[in-house]
C-alpha cells in the first residue's frame, strides 16, 4: 500500500468511532529547535535524569517530547503547555477533560501513542524477548484456555502467542484504568480482534456497561502490540496510523506538522487522512 507523503499540515480530525494511532522511532531525533526536554514536566525531567544509561534516557525524553508534541497538535497548544494529570487509579489524562483520550507505550526503542475523541483508550506494546520468562508470567498471569492455547502452539510460534495475549492483556488493563488484570478478572484474549463485556467490576467504568474492543496492532517485526478502547456492540473502531516525524511547536492557529500516513488498519476503507503531494 502506498504510504502516503509527508506534508505540513495539522493532524485529520479523530471521528467519533475512530482511533489514531502514532508510531514514534526513539532513536531519531526530534525536528525542532532547542531543546525538547523543556516540554517536560520537573517530574519528567527528574525521571529521565534517574536513567542509568544514557540510550534510555535519551529514548525517554523523546519519547515524553514526542507525546507532547502529539497532544498539542490536536489540542492547538504549545507542547510545554499540555497539562498530563492522573487518574484516581494511576491512568495518565489531559487536565480538564477537554474531550481526547491517550495512551501511551514503549518498548526499546519505538513508542506508540493512541488518540480516541471519546471512551477509554489504552495501548500496550512490547519487544519480543526470547530471553523473558514467558512461561513463568503465563502461568501466574494467563487463563486456564490461554495457557492451553500455548501448549498446543507449534514449537516456534509460543513466544509470539504469548507476546500477542500479553500486549491485549496490557492494553485492556491501561483502557480501564485498573492495572494489570489477572486471568480470573477477565475473559480470554486469544482472538486478534475481540468485543469484550465488561462483566467483572475491574473492567467496568461509570455510566451504562463498558463493552471493550481488542485488537492487534501491526508494528514493525520484532514487536506486538494491541488496543482496547470503549466501543459498541455492532460497531467497529477505525484506525489510523501515523509515522511521527516531528511536529514544529507553533502558536495557534498555524498549528503545522510533518506526518505521513503509514496504513488504514481496516482493509478495503482507505485511509481517513492522506496528505497531498
Not at 65 to 85: C, N, S
Not at 129 to 138: C, E, H, V, Y
Not at 172 to 193: N, S, V
Request: neutral net charge; contains cysteine; charged residues 25%.
Amino acid at each position: 500500500m502506498d504510504p502516503g507523503t509527508c506534508t505540513d499540515a495539522p493532524p485529520p480530525p479523530i471521528g467519533p468511532d475512530e482511533a489514531h494511532i502514532w508510531q514514534v522511532d526513539l532513536d531519531h531525533p526530534i525536528e525542532s529547535p532547542g531543546d525538547p526536554a523543556r516540554w517536560l514536566s520537573p517530574h519528567e525531567r527528574d525521571r529521565a535524569h534517574a536513567f542509568r544509561f544514557p540510550v534510555d534516557r535519551k529514548r525517554y525524553l523523546i519519547g515524553h517530547a514526542a507525546l507532547r508534541q502529539i497532544l498539542g497538535a490536536y489540542l492547538h497548544q504549545m507542547p510545554g503547555r499540555v497539562a498530563i494529570d492522573q487518574s484516581p487509579g494511576g491512568k495518565p489524562t489531559l487536565a480538564g477533560d477537554p474531550g481526547l483520550r491517550f495512551s501511551f507505550s514503549h518498548s526499546d526503542h519505538l513508542a506508540l501513542v493512541a488518540l480516541a475523541a471519546r471512551g477509554e483508550i489504552g495501548i500496550d506494546l512490547e519487544r519480543v524477548r526470547p530471553d523473558l520468562d514467558w512461561r513463568g508470567i503465563a502461568r501466574a498471569m494467563f487463563r486456564p484456555d490461554e495457557l492451553g492455547a500455548l501448549a498446543r502452539t507449534a514449537e516456534g510460534g509460543s513466544i509470539p502467542l504469548f507476546f500477542r495475549v500479553w500486549t491485549r492483556m496490557e492494553a485492556l488493563g491501561k483502557a480501564c484504568g485498573k492495572g494489570l488484570l489477572q486471568g480470573d478478572e477477565r475473559p480470554p484474549l486469544l482472538d486478534g480482534h475481540a468485543w469484550v463485556r465488561g462483566d467483572s467490576r475491574r473492567l467496568q467504568t461509570t455510566g451504562p456497561p463498558t463493552v471493550w474492543e481488542v485488537r492487534d496492532v501491526e508494528v514493525p517485526p520484532g514487536y506486538a502490540a494491541a488496543l482496547a478502547w470503549t466501543g459498541f456492540l455492532g460497531a467497529g473502531t477505525r484506525l489510523n496510523k501515523y509515522l511521527f516525524r516531528g511536529l514544529p511547536p507553533r502558536e495557534p492557529p498555524g498549528m503545522d506538522g510533518s506526518m505521513q500516513v503509514l496504513q488504514d488498519m481496516i482493509p478495503g476503507q482507505g485511509a481517513a487522512f492522506r496528505p497531498g503531494p
